[in-house]
């Protein structure tokens, strides 16, 4: 649960809780297999970077006879300092075809702030997808697509 912005992230740890705590500042979770396990106030899983990871489902924008085009993209997060994000596009509507297009890694932290995506590599396509993936706390608040119709053509002003 994220206090600040009242809301539930899912996390599938492959377990289901059977009892719940909360102890001063602290989250507990109890399981069935005699495992405690505290959630929060840590950045890594006994000294190993959290990992995490966001698939979107494919987004359309026509025939290329439409002129319509991913103009923008752009996500707004909190990451902090040791954190990384990683953003891959992807043209295709399945398959396992992604291309690098942004990695953050920081020096220091970042809140509530947009981080802009290029979106050159997409541009011609009538697909995109967007896997964004990395280590540490990231809180991605916001993930943005602008689209933009051209009246001359693809890419004529």
Do not use: C
Not at 36 to 49: F, H, L, R
Not at 55 to 81: C, M, Q
Not at 114 to 140: C, M
């Amino acid at each position: 649960y994220d206090p600040k912005f009242e809301t539930w992230n899912v996390w599938d740890y492959g377990y289901t809780p059977t009892a719940y705590t909360h102890i001063e500042e602290t989250m507990y979770l109890g399981f069935a297999e005699n495992r405690i396990v505290k959630v929060g106030g840590t950045t890594s899983d006994n000294g190993v970077a959290i990992p995490y990871s966001l698939e979107t489902k494919p987004f359309a924008y026509g025939s290329l006879a439409s002129h319509n085009r991913l103009y923008r993209l752009w996500v707004v997060a909190d990451i902090p300092v040791g954190s990384t994000m990683n953003v891959w596009l992807s043209n295709d509507k399945v398959g396992n075809t992604w291309s690098l297009v942004k990695a953050v890694t920081l020096d220091q932290n970042i809140t509530t702030e947009q981080v802009l995506i290029p979106v050159d590599k997409s541009f011609y396509h009538n697909w995109v997808r967007v896997k964004i993936e990395g280590t540490g706390p990231v809180a991605i608040h916001e993930l943005t697509r602008q689209e933009r119709t051209f009246q001359l053509g693809l890419g004529g002003m």
